[in-house]
């Protein structure tokens, strides 16, 4: 099972666009996926057409984790029952977000509180892959979220505040690793919304493969102007129509590749 945090530091970057882009990818690959939605804005939830029943929050099961009985509350993706149509094998569930989450995001958290979420994902072994969708903050949901996972993926547009965000966020990941996860370790770096006509754009680009090299992941997401549609349809982007979503899905597929690459790479050369 590999752990992935999807992080920024600063918010409006389609952080969770990217989450649900790659968990989309992971179901029309046929990887047992779970997304863990640590938002208090839940927007992954309601992107992934999850209709919650009996079941608890993440933050509530975050309050008691020991008791959480994981596999008893994480709830099947909607988009699922669209796969299954299809003919494609389906394994995609849902960590339910909620404003719960909430309580546990200040920056005050101890270390026994940040291992919180290890300990309601340690039943998740029916899973290849673990999304987590961070608040784009560096309060305690990022802080044990990151303590959770194998590597990080940060999202960051091509432009001047997103970019030295990043380069924050880099540097807070190399404390907390010094701090609290050794194993820790970037996962990447995802350019969101990008404009190719944007001269500002294709400026930034190169400050980025200049400033971060091999951790900036290809390929690169272009702005889509109807996201918002097919998230608010609460659908795969791999199940809209239209050539523009068929050729957004395909560009997922290959970074979705290309981040688990990246850590099966690192993993082994951690065992030599």
Request: with cysteine; hydrophobic share 40%.
């Amino acid at each position: 099972m590999q752990v992935v945090s999807i992080s920024s530091l600063k918010g409006g970057v389609g952080k969770t666009s990217v989450t649900t882009g790659l968990a989309s990818a992971a179901l029309t690959a046929g990887i047992p996926t779970l997304v863990v939605d640590l938002d208090p804005h839940a927007d992954a939830t309601t992107a992934l057409g999850v209709q919650a029943g009996d079941q608890l929050d993440i933050g509530r099961m975050l309050k008691n984790p020991r008791k959480a009985k994981l596999p008893e509350n994480v709830v099947t993706s909607g988009w699922v029952e669209h796969a299954r149509r299809n003919g494609e094998p389906s394994a995609l569930d849902v960590a339910i977000g909620s404003a719960y989450t909430g309580i546990y995001d200040r920056p005050d958290l101890g270390r026994r509180d940040l291992r919180r979420l290890s300990s309601v994902l340690a039943p998740a072994e029916q899973y290849e892959l673990v999304l987590v969708d961070c608040p784009p903050s560096l309060n305690g949901l990022t802080r044990m979220a990151w303590g959770a996972s194998d590597r990080v993926v940060l999202v960051a547009e091509p432009g001047l505040f997103s970019v030295a965000g990043t380069e924050r966020t880099m540097r807070a990941i190399q404390l907390f690793r010094q701090e609290f996860a050794p194993k820790l370790a970037p996962g990447g770096i995802v350019a969101n919304r990008v404009r190719p006509t944007s001269s500002e754009h294709s400026f930034r680009l190169a400050e980025m493969e200049s400033m971060f090299g091999d951790l900036l992941l290809a390929p690169h997401i272009p702005e889509q102007a109807n996201w918002q549609q097919i998230q608010g349809a609460a659908h795969a982007v791999h199940h809209w129509p239209g050539d523009s979503a068929k050729n957004t899905a395909k560009l997922f597929d290959t970074l979705l590749e290309n981040m688990l690459a990246a850590h099966n790479g690192t993993r082994e050369r951690r065992q030599r």
